[in-house]
């Protein structure tokens, strides 16, 4: 199991700025042992996006003695003192960042006077990606341009670039560059250009900052936000002319398939511009793009854009490395483990994810980035927007709030992945303070998760599946659009902040969302499994994915490959268990009513209205589960998850009963856990606690069913049963 540590670093009571981490330092190696901290997410050489030889400044550069004095050093320094004690670095790569920043110049133009925070709000000269390219007070770190790009670069039109950050930034379609605007600190004047990724010239840059990054002696290389230029449609983008040179591109190739969509018919792909297009419209843009004319097949090529030039990067990365004679890790910030990420999944190593709102009770989220990553391991982050971060990062400074800072950093391990420490992380552009939690509980914490890894396993030994088809949701999931709203719950604070969307009786329906949250609310353990469109993802499905479950859910899963159908139909012809919810492989002539024939196979409408869709799942789930269901307990508010352990099962429990009043949660008196035990004998049992506390528990069997009595039962317990 890997231990993530979220390491920006960024300074107590001051802004978080981007790219550029502070200095690192002996003290962090210590800490970073104290934590039992495995991988570093977020963590170094960040920046490369305000020029090269920033980056290599950041990397080798001269360090200060008077920060030599506290034990700071160079980024390469730090790397070779994580590698040493088997510390993975992954050198964060902000792709999408394009930057510029205030900068006043020494008199000889050799060093800067002051850089980013301009005293008493002089007039003052830049420093970044233009200046870099021009040759522009390349004194500083002595290197110019052409250091790095002998032959100079030239972009798709085969003209010779002179300003990168111009050239490769996303654009509305108006032709004005798109903002990075989430990591612009509020009431500065530095400029963050969102950039794109699919202009060749901005690859070959980023191809130089991994280059540095590995040189510097990382075990892994980040790409933040690979979803780029994606990311900028929220702001307006992208409608540079790459994005709309290969979507013509991308037009034609359908159009030699037959697929061209009919209001295209006739025009003239070689000049069509789909920016112009939607401004003649005039559209709302950014806005609803599910009414946007084209927008689904923009939204396609693009999907395969992203994947296409991740895995560009990614094997770029690896090659370089091995040309060094090592292997590189290669991971991304898979945002919310977001639809789009699951083409690209294949090119990397390390699944990496910032929550989109961090907030506690998600095991049912927690449960589908497990089914995403697979056998890969995979590192969680929170963030702070629409989040309850904020509010628990205050308590924390207060003093309070550590029981709710131990729930946000087990949970996410005990339901099957894990939350990376946040060591002075991220909090936005607007508040001054990083996330720095305090280091009692932390370490509290990460030595149980290292002293008790068999406890944690990739396999749940779950009987249910839930399927999440990839071709049915991925567009159903980018028009729900990017609400962030959650619940601010007043009355119970921090843990009660929910996402709105899923408890409002008429938000915006999705079924596999829905499905997944009433099966952990009511104590289920269940697995994801993604399957693939077989164009976009290669479809891989195949029995030995569906074969050891007693029960397989389709979730609204209207697009099927013919040999995802088939396979779904042999399985349920063998007797398996099939619950199909709504719409499913509609795609596939006469299969719905194929498998509604078998006796085995229970098909539940999907209402329209939620509230009455979700009664019938849960009641066609009941009839078919009832007689499989292999745990249950007297108490459905305490989190259940079961991990497959080579001699026997886990049970982790997680109990959420915070209450403010008393700033803890408070234990539950007594609960009565009973486990079917028809297919597997269990002899010894073991109950282990964060603190090591010995809990008080009985034990008896009723039949087939093995009764557990845990009094007392703290914030969290893993039951571990030991096979006879
Ligand atoms: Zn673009």
């Not at 670069?153 to 050239?167: A, M, Q």
């Not at 994915?545 to 042999?570: F, G």
């Amino acid at each position: 199991m890997e231990r993530g540590i979220y390491f920006d670093g960024w300074y107590k009571d001051n802004h978080c700025y981007h790219p550029s981490l502070p200095l690192r330092s002996m003290q962090m190696i210590e800490d970073l042992e104290r934590y039992n901290g495995t991988l570093l997410v977020w963590s170094a050489l960040g920046g490369g996006v305000i020029s090269l030889p920033y980056l290599e400044h950041e990397a080798f550069g001269e360090v200060d003695p008077r920060l030599r004095f506290y034990g700071y050093m160079n980024d390469s320094e730090f790397i070779a003192e994580c590698n040493k004690r088997g510390i993975k670095v992954f050198g964060i790569v902000f792709e999408v960042q394009g930057w510029e920043f205030p900068a006043i110049y020494s008199d000889d133009k050799k060093s800067f006077k002051e850089l980013n925070v301009i005293k008493d709000n002089k007039d003052h000269d830049w420093y970044g990606l233009r200046e870099f390219t021009k040759d522009r007070n390349y004194e500083v770190f002595g290197k110019k341009f052409s250091d790095y790009f002998p032959d100079g670069l030239y972009n798709s039109d085969g003209k010779e670039v002179t300003n990168i950050w111009e050239e490769c930034c996303a654009r509305d379609f108006n032709g004005v560059p798109c903002h990075a605007e989430w990591v612009e600190v509020k009431n500065h004047e530095h400029i963050a250009y969102s950039m794109c990724r699919n202009n060749p010239v901005w690859r070959e840059y980023l191809k130089q900052i991994m280059k540095i990054q590995i040189d510097a002696g990382v075990a892994g290389i980040q790409l933040d936000e690979c979803e780029l230029p994606m990311t900028s449609v929220r702001y307006g983008g992208c409608f540079c002319k790459d994005c709309m040179k290969q979507f013509n591109a991308y037009l034609k190739e359908l159009e030699a398939k037959g697929r061209l969509p009919g209001e295209l018919k006739g025009v003239d792909l070689n000049t069509f511009n789909y920016g112009e297009y939607l401004k003649a419209r005039k559209v709302v843009y950014p806005g609803n793009i599910e009414e946007l004319p084209l927008f689904k097949f923009y939204w396609e090529f693009q999907l395969g854009a992203i994947k296409k030039y991740f895995k560009e990067l990614a094997d770029y990365a690896k090659g370089y490395g091995r040309q060094q004679g090592r292997e590189v890790l290669v991971s991304g910030n898979f945002f919310d483990i977001m639809p789009c990420y699951y083409p690209m999944e294949p090119s990397a190593d390390v699944i990496i994810t910032e929550m989109k709102q961090s907030i506690l009770k998600q095991a049912h989220w927690y449960r589908y980035v497990a089914g995403f990553a697979g056998d890969k391991p995979v590192i969680v982050a929170e963030n702070p927007y629409g989040s309850a971060v904020y509010e628990l990062v205050d308590l924390l400074n207060a003093g309070k709030g550590y029981d709710l800072y131990r729930l946000l950093l087990i949970e996410a391990s005990a339901y099957g992945c894990n939350m990376s420490v946040p060591y002075g992380a991220w909090m936005g552009n607007t508040v001054k303070d990083a996330f720095w939690p305090p280091r009692n509980v932390t370490v509290e914490v990460q030595d149980f998760l290292l002293n008790n890894e068999r406890l944690y396993s990739k396999k749940s030994g779950a009987n249910v599946l839930v399927l999440y088809s990839f071709p049915s949701n991925y567009w159903n999931e980018a028009i729900a659009g990017y609400s962030s709203s959650v619940l601010d719950g007043e009355e119970e604070g921090t843990l009660s902040y929910s996402v709105i969307d899923p408890d409002d009786p008429n938000g915006v329906r999705m079924p596999f969302w829905e499905v997944v949250r009433q099966l952990s609310q009511n104590q289920i353990s269940y697995d994801v499994k993604f399957m693939a469109d077989g164009d976009l993802r290669e479809d891989s499905f195949g029995m030995e994915d569906i074969r050891n479950y007693e029960l397989v859910v389709l979730p609204a899963c209207s697009t099927l490959t013919a040999n995802q159908a088939e396979t779904i139909d042999k399985y349920a012809a063998g007797g398996g268990k099939v619950l199909i919810f709504g719409a499913a492989a509609e795609n596939v002539g006469g299969w719905l009513e194929k498998m509604k024939e078998y006796k085995n196979v229970v098909y539940c409408f999907n209402d329209s209205y939620k509230p009455k869709a979700l009664k019938e799942f849960n009641r066609a789930f009941e009839a078919v589960y009832g007689d499989i269901r292999r745990i249950r307990t007297d108490n459905t508010s305490v989190g259940l998850q079961t991990h497959a352990l080579e001699n026997g099962l886990a049970i982790h429990l997680v109990n959420y009963g915070y209450s403010r009043e008393l700033d803890a949660v408070e234990p539950v008196e007594e609960l009565n856990i009973k486990v079917c035990v028809k297919e597997q004998e269990f002899g010894d049992i073991i109950v282990h606690t964060l603190q090591g506390r010995k809990l008080r528990y009985e034990t008896g069997m009723e039949g087939d069913v093995m009764n557990i009595k845990i009094h007392q039962l703290p914030l969290y317990a893993v039951v571990e049963l030991i096979n006879k």
